[in-house]
């Protein structure tokens, strides 16, 4: 990392600190869930209900409903938050803080599915799982208080990833399912490209914490086949110029030190150039996944986005 990027005091902290463990591309698979659970613990937010239920599809896939205490028992419009942690690592109680915050900053219901990770699974079944979800939720929501309709979707890094390939499946598979907004947080939209020939990968290519090698580690384990890298289901930005038109508005956030800024801002441009209404931001000084690392999120930046992600879902489905 070149000595005139710029960290604010948190992310610092948090890059200084990294600094001084084993890269998270040398991590087996184990290991890595074990550090992310363990940088990730905290106390749960007060005023929000957990509940969950099990989607039938397959083996079932368990999926987390968060609810701000006193917000309306029915219809309420959800939020399907999918997660990062390259595909591999992640779970509810790593992002559960997140979910909280979504919950009360809008009122909404937020629906956080627990897909099986890689290489417990591989592509497709990832996103198979997700759109599972939206998919039982658009007919059953009623049963559990939630909208079956007023949908929004938010997927950090990986997630990212599989909110783009949800939402696609929802625009080509005809079963009436609309997202109102797509909000995507530092998101992988590149698999083909294994050294990932942006500037961001070039300058960042070791970090600070995420890597250029950590990404090739996570999507050789997610999708194994090179070929099917190719399709616009797994790379965002091979999305056809039809499919790209019908994606719904857009939010796009990058952090600024992140081998991943460029992937946010180039599909940004592609679904602009399409005609979607997407707006992309750079965070000033942050690190990957700032506005879900506990370690960073309560600074002003992460605070200020959180606010801005939250005031875009409510201006769009209210």
Do not use: M, S, W, Y
């Given at each position: 990392m070149s000595d005139s990027v710029y960290l604010d005091p948190?992310?610092?902290?948090?890059?200084?600190?990294?600094?001084?463990?084993?890269?998270?591309?040398?991590?087996?698979?184990?290991?890595?869930?074990?550090?992310?659970?363990?940088?990730?613990?905290?106390?749960?937010?007060?005023?929000?209900?957990?509940t969950n239920f099990t989607v039938p599809f397959e083996d079932g896939v368990e999926a987390f409903v968060f609810k701000a205490d006193g917000a309306a028992t029915n219809e309420l419009p959800v939020i399907f938050y999918l997660h990062g942690g390259g595909w591999k690592g992640g779970n509810v109680n790593i992002y559960d803080s997140i979910c909280r915050e979504l919950a009360l900053q809008t009122g909404y219901a937020v629906v956080f599915p627990e897909y099986t990770l890689a290489p417990e699974a591989r592509y497709p079944t990832q996103q198979e799982q997700c759109y599972a979800t939206v998919k039982y939720v658009s007919e059953h929501g009623h049963e559990h208080g939630l909208s079956r309709e007023k949908f929004a979707i938010v997927g950090d890094s990986a997630g990212g990833q599989l909110a783009v390939a949800t939402t696609l499946l929802a625009s080509t598979r005809n079963d009436g399912i609309k997202f109102g907004v797509q909000v995507l947080l530092h998101p992988i939209t590149d698999t083909v490209t294994s050294d990932r020939d942006t500037p961001s990968a070039f300058h960042f290519f070791n970090g600070p914490f995420n890597t250029v090698p950590f990404m090739r580690g996570a999507i050789d384990t997610y999708i194994p086949i090179a070929t099917d890298r190719e399709s616009e289901l797994a790379s965002p930005q091979k999305i056809s110029a039809e499919h790209a038109a019908k994606q719904p508005p857009t939010l796009i956030i990058s952090s600024a030190v992140d081998v991943l800024r460029d992937d946010g801002l180039l599909f940004g441009e592609i679904l602009q150039k399409a005609g979607v209404d997407c707006a992309v931001v750079v965070a000033h000084g942050q690190l990957h996944v700032s506005l879900v690392l506990e370690a960073t999120r309560k600074g002003p930046t992460p605070r200020a986005m959180m606010r801005l992600v939250a005031t875009k879902i409510k201006e769009t489905l209210s």
């Open positions: 948190l992310n610092q902290a948090v890059a200084d600190q990294l600094a001084t463990e084993p890269p998270i591309a040398d991590l087996t698979v184990p290991e890595f869930r074990a550090f992310f659970e363990r940088v990730q613990q905290h106390e749960p937010i007060p005023g929000v209900t957990r």
